[in-house]
């Protein structure tokens, strides 16, 4: 069994539906903090799990999720984290800083 501890840090904080529209394909992925921590990190965008950079993760998920290739049943996967998209404004580490550039 689990206790209340791992249960917190396992549950769902999102879920994803990827549908690629030309096909009809689509799977659906239960996200969590854990499964996103490396994929930031790996693009120095792990900021963004903070709360107030919920709808900076959003977008970047928004932008990044696709579906499996090749494969008989489609998976949600993450492609890396474009340097356009690091470098955009929004992303930056500080809020008032990504607020700032994305003004200018």
């Not at 993760?57 to 999720?65: D, F, P, R, Y």
Request: aromatic share 4%.
């Amino acid at each position: 069994g689990s206790d209340c501890v791992q249960a917190l840090f396992h549950s769902t904080n999102l879920r994803l539906r990827v549908t690629d529209v030309g096909s009809g394909r689509s799977a659906t992925r239960d996200v969590h903090e854990d499964d996103l921590e490396g994929w930031l990190d790996e693009a120095g965008t792990g900021h963004l799990l903070c709360a107030s950079r919920e709808a900076d993760l959003v977008e970047v998920l928004l932008q990044h999720a696709k579906l499996s290739e090749g494969t008989p049943t489609p998976s949600v996967i993450f492609e890396g984290i474009r340097e356009e998209t690091r470098m955009q404004g929004r992303y930056a580490a500080g809020l008032l800083e990504s607020a700032t550039l994305t003004s200018s």
